[in-house]
């Protein structure tokens, strides 16, 4: 099977799946609507209905083989979608959107509080849903529901972050999970030392000889056993992370979120308050209109590190669809190769931890294990 044949196969697959999941809703929404009216028709007392209403959903899930609490959800999402964002409905008959992604956005219709954020979701949402992975979908609504009702979402975020802490669950392997609920900004300062001190240890053990073998997960694993049960980590190892803002935002005219490198929104009085520290480093960026940084064009083959620095803040992660590596685990790549006449330049540049020319014009699919 060609290539462009295999597409146009997947689409349609792709295409009947959700149709079906959508008739599969519609008919848990209709049956269970038509249900509940009748009772609520009835002269029995409050509690024989809701008893009743109960059975409804018991009944749905036993003709469907599901769960009574996927019926309760295909019940409230649907409202919620047909109520907020009928767009978005009107994409899913079609079968533009599947199940998991309807259920992204009415999570995030449900959050939103506006009809004006609710008009915003509905007309940006589909396109964007469509074309994306759930992955990529869920982190774009984190960041669109951040910037619509940016006091609503702040107000989430300080009550989420009063039930911080630390857990941990053994497993019958001799392993245990150690779990640490943080804000975001702070769990990939976290990160982000980690991935430092792991880069930073030695490949030959200085006093044996033996060459270090462990994986960058087991090494990063080690450190975190070491700093916690001992009084003092590396000294030379620092967190640093990165956070845009805008400029009204940072000094307080208003209130939108800052975003991490790989997008993830931030409260703008955290940003403010890491802004004031003696170690904070400003940079401007220049934006255009829609928020993508201004192109800029190198009249050789190597990025220097401004423009570097510029795409990573535009990519934030890897841009192969569907994967959503860190963009420091990354290369920049030209799409059109240079020797083929590819320029240098923002529009010619992304961030990619599987793609390197391979010096014939074109580009093989590659995975860059360690940098």
Not at 121 to 139: D, F, G, K, Q, V
């Amino acid at each position: 099977m060609s290539w462009s044949r295999a597409v146009v196969t997947g689409d349609a697959v792709r295409r009947a799946r959700a149709v079906a999941e959508f008739e599969e809703w519609e008919f848990v929404a209709s049956f269970h609507a038509k249900r509940t009216a009748e009772i609520d028709r009835t002269d029995e007392i409050p509690l024989s209905k809701d008893l009743a209403r109960r059975e409804v959903i018991l009944e749905l899930a036993r003709a469907l083989h599901v769960t009574e609490h996927q019926v309760w959800a295909m019940v409230s999402e649907s409202a919620t979608v047909a109520a907020r964002v009928p767009g978005v409905w009107q994409s899913f008959r079609d079968g533009d959107l599947d199940a998991v992604r309807v259920t992204a956005i009415a999570d995030t219709a449900e959050r939103l509080e506006t009809p004006q954020a609710w008009a915003v979701l509905e007309a940006s949402a589909p396109e964007y849903a469509a074309t994306h992975t759930i992955a990529e979908l869920r982190a774009w609504l984190r960041r669109l529901r951040a910037r619509l009702e940016p006091d609503e979402a702040e107000a989430e975020r300080a009550r989420a972050v009063e039930q911080r802490r630390v857990s941990i669950t053994h497993n019958d392997d001799g392993t245990s999970w150690l779990n640490a609920l943080l804000p975001t900004g702070l769990a990939i300062a976290v990160g982000e030392r980690l991935r430092r001190a792991a880069k930073a240890l030695p490949t030959v053990d200085p006093e044996s000889g033996e060459r270090d073998r462990r994986t960058r997960d087991q090494k990063q694993a080690d450190l975190v056993a070491d700093w916690l049960t001992s009084c003092t980590g590396p000294g030379d190892i620092r967190a640093e992370i990165a956070v845009s803002i805008h400029a009204t935002d940072l000094i307080g005219l208003t209130n939108g979120p800052g975003l991490t490198l790989d997008g993830e929104p931030v409260g703008a009085e955290w940003v403010r308050e890491l802004a004031q520290s003696e170690h904070a480093v400003f940079r401007r960026l220049v934006l255009d209109p829609v928020g993508e940084v201004l192109d800029t064009t190198v009249l050789k083959y190597r990025p220097p590190e401004s423009l570097r620095q510029a795409l990573r803040w535009r990519d934030g992660t890897c841009r192969v669809v569907g994967c959503r590596a860190p963009v420091h685990e990354t290369d920049l790549d030209h799409a059109k190769a240079y020797d083929g006449g590819g320029a240098t330049t923002g529009s010619n540049l992304t961030s990619s931890k599987y793609i390197i020319q391979n010096g014939t014009g074109t580009s093989s699919w590659t995975h860059i294990i360690e940098r």
